[in-house]
């Protein structure tokens, strides 16, 4: 257990950062989730940007790199223009 006060400080910030982290990259799985499940093509190109946006938020953030951002938008992308 810590006994500095700083070092207190530290564990509680970094449980709080880890609590919205895990937040919002479980939030972002499941919105993509949701997307690749639609089957209707426009209906998918409509909340596309919504769920690229919530991808490029959590790489600004550093709670994913941002090459595996990158290749999460890649994968989707392919998958809904594959929709027939």
Known sequence: MANHKA????????????????????????????LLAVTDKTEAQESLPKVISMIDKLAKRNVIHKNKASNLKSGIIKRINAIA
């Open 7 to 34: 070092t207190k400080k530290d564990i509680r910030q970094s449980q709080k950062r880890r609590e919205h982290n895990r937040y919002y990259g479980k939030t972002t799985r499941n919105a993509i989730r949701a």
